[in-house]
């Protein structure tokens, strides 16, 4: 797999120069929940610009997760900090952070599929670490184990989760530099990381192509 050119991030991300198209298309239903977790996870009806900046991110192989010595939360704010690009970083956790390649890639969706949304019934597996639970082996399913943190597993609660199934594409026109724009096509087309909206399984096929340089 060849390298990826982030040369890009040490331009201006101000100086766009060029224009193209953002072809998003869903290859399974797709739950994007943005609220607070509870007994609903409610989806979006078109994706947020913030998980569509992850899911670029990902095809650039920049997610690295925040468990190891912060390595990919420090790259990130380097990276940043070189491009000069507003963004701020303001703590360890994901949310807390806006996404680096935004500045490179201004987005406006032009077109938006139909859509239908369904509910699905799903278990959450919480943890909970408490005496009761240690003692009680009723309120434990069969992976109610000690995890590394020293904390115990503990049944599972229903909850619903509303998916949301289109019928073809959301297209955006891209506003981006010609160097930022090269290194996104060659991205999409050998992504480093699953293309994805909402959850992990909630998998999309993406292309960009010019319409000017």
């Given at each position: 797999?060849?390298?990826?050119?982030?040369?890009?991030?040490?331009?201006?991300?101000?100086?766009?120069?060029?224009?193209?198209?953002?072809?998003?298309?869903?290859?399974?239903?797709?739950?994007?929940?943005?609220?607070?977790?509870?007994?609903?996870?409610?989806?979006?009806?078109?994706?947020?610009?913030?998980?569509?900046y992850?899911?670029?991110?990902?095809?650039?192989?920049?997610?690295?997760?925040?468990?190891k010595?912060?390595?990919?939360?420090?790259?990130?704010?380097?990276l940043?900090?070189?491009?000069?690009?507003?963004?701020?970083?303001?703590?360890?956790?994901?949310?807390?952070?806006?996404?680096?390649?935004?500045?490179?890639?201004?987005?406006?969706?032009t077109?938006?599929?139909?859509?239908?949304t369904?509910?699905?019934?799903?278990?959450l597996?919480?943890?909970?670490?408490?005496?009761?639970?240690?003692?009680?082996?009723?309120?434990?399913?069969?992976?109610?184990?000690?995890?590394?943190?020293?904390?115990?597993?503990?049944?599972?609660?229903?909850?619903?989760?509303?998916?949301?199934?289109?019928?073809?594409?959301?297209?955006?026109?891209?506003?981006?530099?010609?160097?930022?724009?090269?290194?996104?096509r060659?991205?999409?087309?050998?992504?480093?990381?699953?293309?994805?909206?909402?959850?992990?399984?909630?998998?999309?096929?993406?292309?960009?192509?010019?319409?000017?340089?």
């Amino acid at each position: 797999m060849p390298d990826i050119d982030l040369s890009f991030l040490l331009e201006d991300p101000l100086g766009a120069d060029a224009t193209g198209t953002l072809t998003v298309e869903p290859l399974v239903p797709l739950s994007m929940n943005t609220s607070v977790p509870g007994k609903h996870f409610q989806t979006e009806t078109t994706p947020p610009k913030r998980q569509l900046y992850g899911m670029i991110e990902n095809a650039f192989g920049l997610h690295f997760g925040w468990d190891k010595g912060a390595f990919g939360y420090k790259l990130k704010q380097t990276l940043a900090d070189e491009a000069e690009a507003d963004v701020s970083i303001s703590g360890r956790r994901s949310r807390d952070y806006q996404p680096l390649l935004a500045p490179y890639y201004e987005l406006e969706l032009t077109e938006a599929p139909g859509t239908e949304t369904y509910d699905d019934t799903q278990w959450l597996h919480k943890w909970r670490d408490t005496a009761r639970i240690r003692a009680s082996a009723s309120n434990q399913d069969w992976r109610g184990v000690q995890d590394e943190a020293g904390n115990y597993g503990y049944g599972k609660t229903p909850v619903k989760r509303e998916y949301v199934v289109t019928d073809g594409p959301w297209v955006y026109d891209v506003d981006t530099t010609k160097a930022a724009g090269n290194a996104l096509r060659a991205a999409l087309k050998a992504p480093r990381g699953p293309l994805y909206l909402g959850t992990s399984d909630g998998w999309v096929d993406v292309h960009f192509h010019f319409t000017s340089e």
